[in-house]
C-alpha cells in the first residue's frame, strides 16, 4: 500500500525537483501576444520568477525562460502544458490575467495540496450539467489561474481530464474539470477571488478588509487587438481608471503585501457611483414632488382649464417640465458610462432612421462617437441607407437588417412606401415624410391599422396600405457573438411598437445585462406591462418617462 502511494506521489521523469514557475499555454497569434504581455507583467511584481511559455507558435522572446512547441494546435492547450511542464510546482494561467502582487504563496500552497485554483463564477446548465453522479451543490472550478503539484497521480488526473473533455465538453473543459475532480483523490483547495478576480464588478464593492486582489482575470482582453507583445499591461486601459485607482489603494493598504492598513480608503467606486447617481436622482425626487402638487392650487383647489375639466396651461407646463427632467435623466445616465476605459457598448432595437425621434442620437454624435460601440438593428430594409447616412460620422458603428426575436423569422406589418406622403401627423410636423409611417410598423397588424384609420379617418380601404414584411430574427446574444462581440452591454434602447417586452425577453438580460435599458410601454396591454415590470424590477429601479420607461440597473 505504501509503495502504492509512493509511486502516485512520485514525480515525472520530465520534471525538475524543487522547481518551482508559472506557465502560459497558448495557441495563435493573438494568445501568445498576451501571453508575452502578461509575462511582462508579472515581471514587474516578481522579477526572479521562472516564466515558460506552451505555445504553436515560432517566437523568440527573452521575458521568458524557456518556450516549448506544443505537440498539437487546440483551443484549450492548457491540459497539455500542465502534462509537459519542468516545474515541480507550477501556477498555470490563461493569457488573459494581469497579476498585480507577489503570488509566490500560491506556490507554498501546495506542501499541503495537490492543486488549487478560485471558484468559478458561472451555475449555468452547460457549466454544471446534472450527470447524475455530481452533486449540483459542487460549485465550478475557474481554471484559468491553478497551482499544480507535479506527481503521477496528478498526471493521471490530466490525462482523464483531457479524454472526458474531448468526449463531452468541447469548448469548455470547466464542466470535466469539475466532474473529474469529485471523481478523484486528489488533495484540492479552493482559494479566494483575490487569486483569480474574474468577475470585475466586484472590484466596485471591494473593501480594505478583504484584502487586495493579486490576479485580474479580464476577459475583454482577448476580444481586442492584444496591443503591443513588448509592453506590459496597461491597468487603467484594461479595467478603467475608477477601478484601476481603487485597485492600487487596496495594495497599499493591504498588509500582507507590506502595506499599511490604516491608510483611508473611504469610498469604493460603487461609492462613488452611487453619489452620483443621488446627484442624478435629485432632480427626479423635486418632479416627484412637483407632481404630488401637479393640478393643485395653493389653496388645495384642482387647476383645470375654463370650464371643460381638463388640466390647465400651469399642469401642463408642470407635467412638461417633469418629462424633460427625466429624459435628461436617460442621457446624464448614459453620460455618467464614459468615465469606462473601454467604449459604451450601446444597443438600439427598432432604431428607424437614428436621428428623427431618437432620444440619444444628438448626445452620441456631439459627445460620445468616439466613446460609444453602438450595434443598430433594424428590420426594415428601405430605411438601411438612411439610417447608413445619419450613421455615418460614428466610426464603429454596426447596422443590422433583422429583428431581435425568438425566432428564425418574423413578420411585421407596415405602411407601404408609396403611401407615406398621405400622413400629416401632429407629432411628425418637423420630420421627414418616411419617418411617421416607417415608425408605426408592429408584429400586431390591428395596431398598424388602426393607426392608418386614425390619420386617414375617410379612406374607404385602409388594407391596401399595409404590407406585410418577412425578416430574419435572432436573439441579441446570438447577433452579438455573429457580430465578434462581447455578450455584455451598456444600454440597451427598444421602440417594437407593441412588442418591446418580447424583445426584451430575448436581449437576455440576465447574460447581456445592460446597465440601462429604455423601452416604449405605451403600447403595451396592461397585463404584459405588469409582466414586464416583475421581471425587471428584480434588477432594475424603473422610472416612467413620457410614453417610456427608464430601467437603470442596481449595484
Given at each position: 500500500?505504501?509503495?502504492?502511494?509512493?509511486?502516485?506521489?512520485?514525480?515525472?521523469?520530465?520534471?525538475?525537483?524543487?522547481?518551482?514557475?508559472?506557465?502560459?499555454?497558448?495557441t495563435?497569434?493573438?494568445?501568445?501576444d498576451?501571453?508575452?504581455?502578461?509575462?511582462?507583467?508579472?515581471?514587474?511584481?516578481?522579477?526572479?520568477?521562472?516564466?515558460?511559455?506552451f505555445?504553436?507558435?515560432?517566437?523568440?522572446?527573452?521575458?521568458?525562460?524557456k518556450?516549448?512547441?506544443?505537440?498539437?494546435?487546440?483551443?484549450?492547450?492548457?491540459?497539455?502544458?500542465?502534462?509537459?511542464?519542468?516545474?515541480?510546482?507550477?501556477?498555470?494561467?490563461d493569457?488573459?490575467?494581469?497579476?498585480?502582487?507577489?503570488?509566490?504563496?500560491?506556490?507554498?500552497?501546495?506542501?499541503?495540496?495537490?492543486?488549487?485554483?478560485?471558484?468559478?463564477?458561472?451555475?449555468?446548465?452547460?457549466?454544471?450539467?446534472?450527470?447524475?453522479?455530481?452533486?449540483?451543490?459542487?460549485?465550478?472550478?475557474?481554471?484559468?489561474?491553478?497551482?499544480?503539484?507535479?506527481?503521477?497521480?496528478?498526471?493521471?488526473f490530466?490525462?482523464?481530464?483531457?479524454q472526458?473533455?474531448?468526449?463531452?465538453?468541447?469548448?469548455?473543459?470547466?464542466?470535466?474539470?469539475?466532474?473529474?475532480?469529485?471523481?478523484?483523490?486528489?488533495?484540492?483547495?479552493?482559494?479566494?477571488?483575490?487569486?483569480?478576480?474574474?468577475?470585475?464588478?466586484?472590484?466596485?464593492?471591494w473593501?480594505?478588509?478583504?484584502?487586495?486582489p493579486?490576479?485580474?482575470?479580464?476577459?475583454?482582453?482577448?476580444?481586442d487587438?492584444?496591443?503591443?507583445?513588448?509592453?506590459?499591461?496597461?491597468?487603467?486601459?484594461?479595467?478603467?481608471?475608477?477601478?484601476?485607482?481603487?485597485?492600487k489603494?487596496?495594495?497599499?493598504?493591504?498588509?500582507?503585501?507590506?502595506?499599511?492598513p490604516?491608510?483611508?480608503?473611504?469610498?469604493?467606486?460603487?461609492?462613488?457611483?452611487?453619489?452620483?447617481?443621488?446627484?442624478?436622482?435629485?432632480p427626479?425626487?423635486?418632479?416627484?414632488?412637483?407632481?404630488?402638487?401637479?393640478?393643485k392650487?395653493?389653496?388645495g383647489?384642482?387647476?383645470?382649464?375654463?370650464?371643460?375639466?381638463?388640466?390647465?396651461?400651469?399642469?401642463?407646463?408642470l407635467?412638461?417640465?417633469?418629462?424633460a427632467?427625466k429624459?435628461?435623466?436617460?442621457r446624464?445616465a448614459?453620460?455618467?458610462?464614459?468615465?469606462?476605459?473601454?467604449?459604451?457598448?450601446?444597443?438600439?432595437?427598432?432604431?428607424?432612421?437614428?436621428?428623427?425621434?431618437?432620444?440619444?442620437?444628438?448626445?452620441?454624435?456631439?459627445?460620445?462617437?468616439?466613446?460609444?460601440?453602438?450595434?443598430?438593428?433594424?428590420?426594415?430594409?428601405?430605411?438601411?441607407?438612411?439610417?447608413?447616412?445619419?450613421y455615418?460620422?460614428h466610426?464603429?458603428?454596426?447596422?443590422?437588417?433583422?429583428?431581435?426575436?425568438?425566432?428564425?423569422?418574423?413578420?411585421?406589418?407596415?405602411?407601404?412606401?408609396?403611401?407615406?406622403d398621405?400622413?400629416?401627423?401632429?407629432y411628425?410636423?418637423?420630420?421627414?415624410?418616411?419617418?411617421?409611417?416607417?415608425?408605426?410598423?408592429?408584429?400586431?397588424?390591428?395596431?398598424?391599422?388602426?393607426?392608418?384609420?386614425?390619420?386617414?379617418?375617410?379612406?374607404?380601404?385602409?388594407?391596401?396600405?399595409?404590407?406585410?414584411?418577412?425578416v430574419?430574427?435572432?436573439?441579441?446574444?446570438?447577433?452579438?457573438?455573429d457580430l465578434?462581440?462581447?455578450?455584455?452591454i451598456?444600454?440597451?434602447?427598444?421602440?417594437?411598437?407593441?412588442?418591446?417586452?418580447?424583445?426584451?425577453?430575448?436581449c437576455?438580460?440576465?447574460?447581456?445585462?445592460?446597465?440601462?435599458?429604455?423601452?416604449?410601454k405605451?403600447?403595451l396591454?396592461e397585463?404584459?406591462?405588469?409582466?414586464?415590470?416583475?421581471?425587471?424590477?428584480?434588477?432594475?429601479?424603473?422610472?416612467?418617462?413620457?410614453?417610456?420607461?427608464?430601467?437603470?440597473?442596481?449595484?
Amino acid at each position: 500500500m505504501f509503495k502504492a502511494i509512493r509511486n502516485k506521489n512520485r514525480l515525472p521523469d520530465t520534471v525538475e525537483a524543487g522547481s518551482r514557475g508559472i506557465v502560459f499555454p497558448a495557441t495563435g497569434k493573438l494568445y501568445t501576444d498576451l501571453a508575452r504581455r502578461a509575462a511582462r507583467t508579472i515581471r514587474m511584481v516578481m522579477p526572479d520568477v521562472k516564466i515558460d511559455l506552451f505555445t504553436d507558435q515560432e517566437i523568440d522572446d527573452p521575458v521568458f525562460d524557456k518556450i516549448h512547441a506544443l505537440s498539437e494546435s487546440t483551443h484549450r492547450p492548457k491540459i497539455e502544458a500542465i502534462r509537459r511542464t519542468r516545474f515541480e510546482r507550477s501556477i498555470v494561467m490563461d493569457t488573459d490575467v494581469i497579476v498585480i502582487a507577489d503570488i509566490s504563496d500560491m506556490f507554498e500552497v501546495l506542501d499541503r495540496y495537490d492543486m488549487a485554483a478560485a471558484l468559478g463564477v458561472t451555475k449555468t446548465p452547460k457549466m454544471t450539467p446534472r450527470d447524475g453522479k455530481t452533486p449540483i451543490c459542487l460549485n465550478p472550478t475557474n481554471t484559468g489561474v491553478m497551482a499544480v503539484k507535479a506527481s503521477r497521480k496528478v498526471q493521471k488526473f490530466m490525462e482523464t481530464w483531457e479524454q472526458e473533455f474531448q468526449a463531452k465538453d468541447n469548448f469548455r473543459d470547466q464542466p470535466a474539470f469539475r466532474r473529474m475532480l469529485y471523481q478523484s483523490d486528489l488533495d484540492f483547495v479552493t482559494l479566494g477571488p483575490a487569486y483569480n478576480c474574474i468577475w470585475l464588478d466586484l472590484l466596485d464593492i471591494w473593501r480594505p478588509s478583504m484584502g487586495a486582489p493579486r490576479v485580474l482575470h479580464v476577459r475583454t482582453l482577448h476580444s481586442d487587438h492584444p496591443g503591443d507583445p513588448e509592453t506590459p499591461f496597461d491597468l487603467v486601459e484594461a479595467i478603467g481608471e475608477p477601478r484601476a485607482r481603487h485597485v492600487k489603494n487596496l495594495l497599499a493598504a493591504d498588509w500582507m503585501l507590506g502595506g499599511d492598513p490604516t491608510q483611508a480608503i473611504t469610498k469604493t467606486p460603487n461609492d462613488i457611483r452611487k453619489e452620483k447617481l443621488r446627484q442624478i436622482d435629485a432632480p427626479a425626487e423635486h418632479a416627484s414632488e412637483t407632481r404630488k402638487i401637479a393640478g393643485k392650487h395653493p389653496n388645495g383647489q384642482a387647476l383645470k382649464g375654463p370650464g371643460n375639466g381638463k388640466p390647465g396651461k400651469q399642469v401642463k407646463r408642470l407635467r412638461q417640465e417633469m418629462n424633460a427632467v427625466k429624459s435628461q435623466i436617460y442621457r446624464t445616465a448614459i453620460l455618467a458610462l464614459a468615465h469606462q476605459k473601454r467604449p459604451i457598448r450601446v444597443c438600439v432595437v427598432g432604431a428607424n432612421d437614428g436621428k428623427n425621434g431618437d432620444p440619444i442620437y444628438d448626445l452620441i454624435k456631439t459627445r460620445l462617437h468616439t466613446k460609444t460601440d453602438i450595434t443598430l438593428f433594424e428590420p426594415q430594409e428601405y430605411l438601411i441607407p438612411i439610417l447608413e447616412a445619419n450613421y455615418s460620422f460614428h466610426p464603429s458603428h454596426q447596422i443590422v437588417n433583422a429583428a431581435v426575436g425568438n425566432e428564425d423569422t418574423l413578420t411585421l406589418h407596415a405602411v407601404r412606401p408609396e403611401y407615406w406622403d398621405r400622413f400629416k401627423t401632429p407629432y411628425s410636423a418637423n420630420w421627414p415624410s418616411y419617418r411617421a409611417p416607417t415608425g408605426i410598423t408592429s408584429f400586431d397588424r390591428e395596431s398598424v391599422l388602426r393607426w392608418v384609420q386614425k390619420h386617414l379617418p375617410n379612406e374607404q380601404n385602409p388594407e391596401k396600405f399595409i404590407a406585410e414584411l418577412t425578416v430574419p430574427s435572432k436573439r441579441l446574444t446570438s447577433f452579438l457573438k455573429d457580430l465578434g462581440k462581447e455578450p455584455i452591454i451598456d444600454v440597451l434602447q427598444v421602440d417594437a411598437e407593441g412588442f418591446d417586452d418580447e424583445v426584451i425577453y430575448a436581449c437576455d438580460i440576465h447574460l447581456t445585462q445592460p446597465k440601462i435599458i429604455l423601452f416604449e410601454k405605451s403600447n403595451l396591454s396592461e397585463e404584459r406591462l405588469t409582466r414586464l415590470r416583475k421581471h425587471l424590477s428584480k434588477k432594475y429601479d424603473l422610472m416612467d418617462v413620457q410614453r417610456d420607461i427608464l430601467a437603470i440597473r442596481r449595484p
